[in-house]
Nanobody
Framework: VQLVESGGGLVQPGGSLTLSCVAS????????MRWYRQVPGKERELVAT????????NYADSVKGRFTISRDNARNTVYLQMNSLKPDDTAVYYC?????????WGRGTQVTVSS
């Protein structure tokens, strides 16, 4: 089982990034997916969730209106489109999969928002 995130990097405030998470080793379309983020010394924060079918999404208040989660079950991939980025969005972003008591985490991708 693997979740591999990509797309992180350094971006200026107000800029955009799209994160991707490619899944393997399990039936992706059965799993609800989430993006979390974590800053050193702080708890991991839930950013966005999407149902297995893609029909339902939820967002943290801090990113609502700026971030969009989506998925492509044919490509076993979940995305996080991030717009209007702020320095407070700087964190390691993690992909998470959950179904029937099974939980999988990716290793994370660093996003740094700085001028």
């Amino acid at each position: 089982v693997q979740l591999v995130e990509s797309g992180g990097g350094l971006v200026q405030p107000g800029g955009s990034l799209t994160l991707s998470c490619v899944a393997s080793g399990f039936t992706f379309s059965d799993y609800h997916m989430r993006w979390y983020r974590q800053v050193p010394g702080k708890e991991r924060e839930l950013v966005a969730t999407i149902a297995s079918t893609g029909s339902g999404t939820n967002y943290a208040d801090s990113v609502k209106g700026r971030f969009t989660i989506s998925r492509d079950n044919a490509r076993n991939t979940v995305y996080l489109q991030m717009n209007s980025l702020k320095p407070d969005d700087t964190a390691v972003y993690y992909c998470y999969a959950q179904a029937w008591g099974n939980v999988y985490w990716g290793r994370g991708t660093q996003v740094t928002v700085s001028s």
